[in-house]
């Protein structure tokens, strides 16, 4: 090799001073270098932002939803979690999280650091971000302002909605409009669709004919009993809670107080069954069903039953 | 230029200097010209040509970046990244694979068959064939064989590899260990006593 001869150092040297003069070649400044570095830690924070802001949604779903009455829309809490999960979010914190360490490992001295402690920083961030924003009640704001901004992004909100204004498979959601002269048995009630419906209210707690009759928006839980002449028959009324003033203890309260109430129908159910038995079975042979109180076969109460 | 001696100057300042003055980039050129060129060719750029052309290439890089010239990496670190970029850049280019080359003369070689940073290497033969190690060196992965390159053969620190490679120092010691594994899985029985 001649790469130690003089000649073919001076030869370049004086080759790139030449280009240099002649071209009018000039160092970037540092203000350009600067700016990138910039542009590349803004990116950075972004990603790690818009990453707080899914996780604070994802975290305001799976704690409010772990209380959710879902013994009365699905078979199990899985099958229940799987369709009110925000997906979207899990996928943009996932899209995020790969911007970051994308970014990171651009910026100067990103690369002296591995992926997967880029990764596990920014994901740990996000979280701790996510979690704050989420105690300040950001992550229901943000999945309800998106929720009425786009029609197309199906908020916790909408998704509850849903899930409850189901009149063929027992479910309702409004508020009573109006007695009837039978106060006792029927009340008139207008579902969120506009729809006005006569509620038999025969089976129904003391405490839930009270907050039935306070006229704020409730959900129903019964059995449609006649879809033309809009006749529902309810088994039990919980409140609506998807708004930002409910504490996790409030949805707690409402779960427990949900399950005491299909455990005490179902006991009622049990002793009115074992009337019947006794007045009919012997003579009659065999139990009339129409007499059986209707709540005894609503899908949720099977449901709670066969699980207890 | 200024009455100070060139020469007396760390990187450092003949970098300050040259972003006030472009003539004392030669100075930069003089003192990384034939280091550089090494590297090029060890690198798999094998006509001289082709040598001065990346050559070129390099120093107006460096010339055109030298504000981005970080001074807590040292300045070798720096200009060693432009050079292996460039490099890769102008295989990419060409649309060609590194060529093999005579990558180390045999006392380097030797240096490089006995250094023993990692119990688990072999322990080579001081007497194998150099030609044989370097045909060898071209045919395991470019990725195990640039750090090769800059560990025994360029005389980088961990750090400094980390820097020009710009990888994690902890892959350093993973890619050397893997790098001098396969190697040795290249190399002939008769070349090669585990």
């Known amino acids: 090799m001649n790469e130690n001869n003089p000649n073919n150092n001076s030869n370049l040297k004086n080759t790139l001073l030449h280009k240099i003069e002649e071209e009018h070649v000039r160092p970037h400044s540092r203000m350009f270098f600067k700016s990138r570095e910039c542009v590349i830690w803004t990116l950075w924070l972004l990603s790690v932002v818009v990453g707080a802001l899914a996780v604070a949604i994802s975290v305001f779903v799976v704690t409010h939803r772990q209380y959710a009455l879902y013994e009365a829309t699905h078979a199990n809490w899985l099958t229940f979690m799987v369709e009110v999960l925000p997906f979207i979010w899990v996928i943009v914190f996932g899209l ?161 107080s949900f399950l005491i109430r299909v455990k005490e129908l179902a006991e009622r159910t049990e002793g009115s069954i074992n009337n019947l038995e006794k007045d009919l079975f012997v003579a009659t042979g065999g139990i009339d069903r129409k007499t059986m109180p209707v709540c005894a076969n609503i899908a949720a109460m099977r449901r709670v039953a066969e699980r207890n | 230029m200024d009455a100070a ?34 590297y090029v060719a060890r690198l798999g750029v094998r006509n001289p040509e082709d040598q001065m052309d990346v050559l070129q290439d390099v120093f107006l890089k460096i010339y055109k970046n030298l504000n981005a010239f970080d001074s807590s990496l040292q300045f070798s670190s720096w200009i060693y990244r432009i050079t292996h970029n460039e490099a890769i850049s102008w295989y990419r280019k060409k649309n060609v694979r590194p060529e093999g080359h005579l990558i ?91």
């Open chain 1, 96 to 256: 995020m999280a790969y911007l970051a360490v994308y970014n990171i490992k651009h910026t100067k001295k990103g690369y002296r650091y591995s992926v997967a402690t880029i990764l596990a920083s920014s994901i740990v961030l996000s979280f701790a971000a996510g979690s704050a924003l989420q105690f300040f009640g950001l992550g229901y704001s943000i999945d309800a302002i998106l929720g009425d901004q786009m029609p197309t992004y199906m908020s916790q909100e909408k998704i509850e909605h849903q899930l409850w204004q189901q009149p063929a498979e027992g479910r309702l959601i409004g508020r009573q409009v109006a007695a009837t002269v039978a106060t006792s048995s029927v009340v008139v009630f207008q579902d969120t669709a506009g729809s006005r419906w006569r509620i038999e209210i025969q089976e129904l707690l003391p405490a839930d004919i009270q907050l039935l009759a306070s006229g704020e928006n409730v959900r129903l839980l019964g059995q449609n009993m006649n879809e033309q002449a809009k006749v529902f028959h309810a088994c039990g009324v919980f409140p609506w809670m998807m708004h930002r003033e409910v504490t996790m203890q409030q949805m707690s309260e409402q779960r427990e």
């Open chain 2, 5 to 38: 001696s060139p020469q007396s100057l760390t990187d450092a300042e003949i970098v300050a200097k040259t972003l006030a003055d472009k003539q004392f980039f030669g100075e930069i050129v003089d003192r990384y010209e034939a280091k550089l060129k090494r």
């Open chain 2, 104 to 194: 180390a003369d045999s006392e380097e070689l030797i240096g490089f068959l006995s250094a023993k940073e990692d119990t688990q290497d072999a322990d080579f033969d001081k007497t194998i064939n150099a030609t044989e190690v370097n045909t060898a060196l071209f045919k395991i992965d470019n990725k195990y064989r640039e750090v090769i390159i800059l560990r025994f053969f360029e005389h980088k620190e961990y750090d400094e590899i980390s820097d020009i490679l710009k990888i994690p120092i902890g892959s350093v010691g993973t890619l050397l260990h893997r790098g001098k594994k396969q190697l040795a899985g290249e190399l002939n029985s008769e070349a090669i006593r585990m």
